[in-house]
């Protein structure tokens, strides 16, 4: 065997036995306590959270402005509407009044 040939050997003898380690042994091998890494764990959790608290207030702005957009539009929408039909009272009322007189005129 070559050289290469023994040395890639061993490097995959060695990863194969990392691998099959528990986890435990493997933080170990990672130069990590078990503490370091419920403290990495908890600290991205936090993070995590604060990260989704952060969408969710975002959302709730979103939500509020979208309500207000909304509600401005329906009180547009609804004053158009109610000036639409006095404009269309007032035409009737006026076209009915002409009548009114050119029957009286006659």
């Not at 370091?36 to 702005?61: D, F, G, H, P, S």
């Not at 979208?66 to 035409?91: G, M, P, V």
């Not at 006026?94 to 029957?103: G, N, P, R, T």
């Amino acid at each position: 065997m070559d050289k290469l040939e023994i040395a890639l050997q061993e490097e995959s003898q060695l990863l194969d036995a990392i691998l099959k380690q528990p986890l435990e042994g493997l933080l170990y091998d990672l130069d990590l306590m078990p503490e370091q890494c419920r403290n990495a764990t908890a600290n991205m959790r936090r993070i995590t959270v604060e990260e989704l608290r952060k969408e969710i207030e975002r959302l709730r702005k979103e939500k509020e402005w979208l309500l207000k957009q909304y509600a401005t539009e329906l009180y547009d929408a609804h004053k158009a509407i109610r000036t639409t039909y006095n404009r269309d009272s007032i035409k009737q009322r006026i076209v009915l009044e002409m009548q009114q007189a050119l029957k009286e005129r006659e």
